[in-house]
């Protein structure tokens, strides 16, 4: 079965001190990489979809990076605001567009 | 507001108890999701629907949950003689079966805490 691996499972950050999520998964053919953000007692928020090794998408101090293998979440410069879970997900296949999610890293990042 | 809307927020009830939560959608959503998430973990598909059609429940965690959308707009999701284990959060979300602007992206409900005493 699919699965997708995050680590670390929590990051303490200082403000402005940048730092990569890394989202490895193993499937059987790719439908998309998803990153969602979520805040303590809320629903997951969409970020990004990846869809081919190589492809980089880009969010105020965050971007998103796939290979073929895994997927990288730079977080440039961040800020208080930042700290939240971040999850990493894949397409499950024949059932729509719901998402096979990872355990999620909780980011802290102090002032 | 037209996000995907959840109630209850919070239910606290006591182990054998039938509960009930009701998700409403994004209006023009024709696909609806449900998956539940513990402590810790990331969220855990149950089931989805496209229109009134449930077409993926194999994933539900057992035969005390059933899904329903009668109409093809709001959905339920219960969970008959609960257990302590089912204690977790239920998340709702919807999507566009074009996929929208963002392939695949689903827009998540603020979800409904369950508490099994």
């Known amino acids: 079965e699919d699965q997708v691996t995050q680590s670390p499972e929590a990051l303490r950050l200082q403000e402005g001190e940048s730092s990569s999520l890394n989202c490895s998964y193993t499937v059987s053919g790719l439908r998309g990489l998803f990153w969602y953000r979520q805040d303590p007692g809320k629903g997951p928020e969409f970020l990004f979809t990846?869809?081919?090794a190589g492809e980089e998408k880009e969010k105020e101090r965050l971007k998103a990076t796939l290979t073929k293998k895994e997927s990288f979440l730079h977080i440039t410069a961040p800020k208080p605001e930042d700290s939240a879970t971040y999850l990493c997900?894949?397409?499950?296949?024949?059932?729509?567009?719901?998402?096979?999610f990872g355990k999620g890293t909780s980011l802290l990042v102090t002032p | 507001d037209t996000g995907v809307s959840q109630n209850p927020r919070h239910k606290i009830t006591k182990r054998g108890q039938n509960v009930t939560f009701r998700c409403d959608p994004i209006s023009e959503h024709n696909r609806l999701y449900w998956y539940r998430q513990t402590l810790g973990q990331g969220p855990e598909f149950l089931t989805y629907f496209q229109n009134e059609a449930q077409l993926e429940k194999s994933r539900l965690l057992s035969d005390r949950f059933s899904a329903e959308r009668p109409k093809g707009s709001f959905s339920t999701l219960e969970i008959q003689r609960t257990e302590q284990g089912d204690s977790a959060m239920y998340l709702c979300a919807s999507s566009l079966r074009s996929g929208g602007a963002n392939t695949g992206e689903l827009f998540f409900g603020e979800g409904s805490r369950l508490t099994v005493l």
């Open positions: 990846l869809y081919s």
């Open positions: 997900a894949v397409q499950l296949p024949n059932s729509g567009y719901a998402l096979n």
